[in-house]
């Protein structure tokens, strides 16, 4: 850069040398172009230097004005990254925090514990991060997909707000209709996260509660409910048998067959009013007689991959 900066000081001191000449040939006087005096030689070079100096101070300058001005850029980047982290979290946070007030809701109104809503989206966490490493998943099961899964996993029951009391409360078993009408609250819940989804385009957790509150009781051999019809582009629901059909194996949105293993384990594991609860070991004997039944073989696969962690979570989330 320096020997750049030098030649263009010659060549400006050229240019200086025969603009002056030029003017003074203008004004009468015949100076010749150049002079090899060594008074006249001596002045070009000091000129030349002079020039040289001022270029490189320019650059000096310039280049110090660019650091400061990269450094400042760089500076108020970082402040906009960690403010616009903080925000995300904090936005996190409070859908989180929403989203868990929104379960309690429909828990209160059942026999689930509060900590039942706990252990559900830890489980459902653990099992999709499983997933993760499983290739035929890696590619839908990201960094995001899971954040959604731990934040929507706590509204697959959110419908329950729309059964009455004296069939969520009822001790005994449930009569055939009784059943029925317990089968809605997948359409009610999952109704309400459409139309949530809907409102508040691009929340991608709302669009995973969609998928877990109507299809959380799906099975992989296309047993469950609700069932399915399609009308066009629509899609309409119903829980009456012969109207429309369940869905089976991959055609339930991954999420709720992740909540279903994760919903059922912590149904066995629990204490209800109907039943003690189950050890680890037999809940366990207990799900795996339902591999390719009522559970996706491969989220079976992922969950008993990570059996450690799923005791962990089962221990510090206790009723």
Same mark, same amino acid.
Request: one cysteine or more; charged letters at 25%; proline letters at 3%.
């Given at each position: 850069?320096?020997?750049?900066?030098?030649?263009?000081?010659?060549?400006?001191?050229?240019?200086?040398?025969?603009?002056?000449?030029?003017?003074?040939?203008?004004?009468?006087?015949?100076?010749?172009?150049?002079?090899?005096?060594?008074?006249?030689?001596?002045?070009?070079?000091?000129?030349?230097?002079?020039?040289?100096?001022?270029?490189?101070?320019?650059?000096?300058?310039?280049?110090?004005?660019?650091?400061?001005?990269?450094?400042?850029?760089?500076?108020?980047?970082?402040?906009?990254?960690?403010?616009?982290?903080?925000?995300?979290?904090?936005?996190?946070?409070?859908?989180?925090?929403? *989203?868990?007030?929104?379960?309690? @809701?429909?828990?209160? #109104?059942?026999?689930? &514990? %509060?900590?039942?809503?706990?252990? +559900? $989206?830890?489980?459902?966490?653990?099992?999709?991060?499983?997933?993760?490493?499983?290739?035929?998943?890696?590619?839908?099961?990201?960094?995001?997909?899971?954040?959604?899964?731990?934040?929507?996993?706590?509204?697959?029951?959110?419908?329950? *707000?729309?059964?009455?009391?004296? @069939?969520?409360?009822? #001790?005994?078993?449930? &009569? %055939?209709?009784?059943?029925?009408? +317990? $089968?809605?609250?997948?359409?009610?819940?999952?109704?309400?996260?459409?139309?949530?989804?809907?409102?508040?385009?691009?929340?991608?957790?709302?669009?995973?509660?969609?998928?877990?509150?109507?299809?959380?009781?799906?099975?992989?051999?296309?047993?469950?409910?609700?069932?399915?019809?399609?009308?066009?582009?629509?899609?309409?629901?119903?829980?009456?048998?012969?109207?429309?059909?369940?869905?089976?194996?991959?055609?339930?949105?991954?999420?709720?067959?992740?909540?279903?293993?994760?919903?059922?384990?912590?149904?066995?594991?629990?204490?209800?009013?109907?039943?003690?609860?189950?050890?680890?070991?037999?809940?366990?004997?207990?799900?795996?007689?339902?591999?390719?039944?009522?559970?996706?073989?491969?989220?079976?696969?992922?969950?008993?991959?990570?059996?450690?962690?799923?005791?962990?979570?089962?221990?510090?989330?206790?009723?």
């Amino acid at each position: 850069m320096d020997q750049q900066t030098l030649f263009l000081a010659v060549l400006f001191a050229v240019f200086l040398q025969v603009l002056l000449v030029l003017v003074s040939r203008i004004f009468g006087d015949n100076v010749p172009w150049f002079s090899f005096a060594i008074a006249d030689y001596a002045k070009f070079v000091v000129m030349c230097a002079l020039i040289y100096s001022s270029m490189l101070f320019l650059i000096s300058i310039h280049r110090r004005s660019q650091m400061q001005l990269e450094q400042k850029s760089s500076t108020l980047i970082q402040d906009a990254h960690v403010r616009i982290a903080a925000i995300a979290e904090q936005n996190i946070r409070i859908q989180k925090e929403s *989203v868990e007030g929104f379960a309690k @809701i429909s828990e209160a #109104r059942d026999f689930s &514990s %509060g900590q039942h809503i706990q252990r +559900m $989206k830890e489980y459902a966490k653990a099992i999709a991060s499983a997933l993760a490493f499983n290739p035929k998943y890696s590619q839908i099961v990201t960094p995001q997909y899971i954040l959604d899964i731990h934040i929507a996993a706590p509204l697959h029951d959110i419908g329950k *707000v729309g059964t009455k009391d004296d @069939i969520l409360k009822k #001790r005994g078993k449930l &009569s %055939g209709e009784e059943f029925e009408l +317990m $089968k809605m609250h997948t359409i009610i819940g999952g109704d309400l996260m459409a139309e949530l989804e809907d409102k508040l385009p691009g929340t991608s957790f709302f669009v995973r509660g969609r998928e877990i509150a109507y299809h959380h009781h799906q099975r992989w051999d296309g047993t469950g409910y609700p069932n399915i019809m399609n009308f066009g582009g629509s899609v309409a629901y119903f829980v009456e048998s012969g109207v429309g059909r369940p869905l089976r194996g991959e055609e339930i949105p991954l999420s709720a067959r992740i909540i279903a293993l994760a919903d059922v384990y912590d149904a066995l594991r629990s204490r209800r009013v109907y039943k003690e609860p189950f050890s680890h070991e037999m809940a366990r004997d207990m799900i795996l007689q339902e591999r390719g039944k009522h559970f996706d073989p491969d989220v079976l696969d992922a969950f008993f991959s990570i059996e450690t962690e799923i005791l962990q979570i089962a221990s510090s989330f206790k009723d």
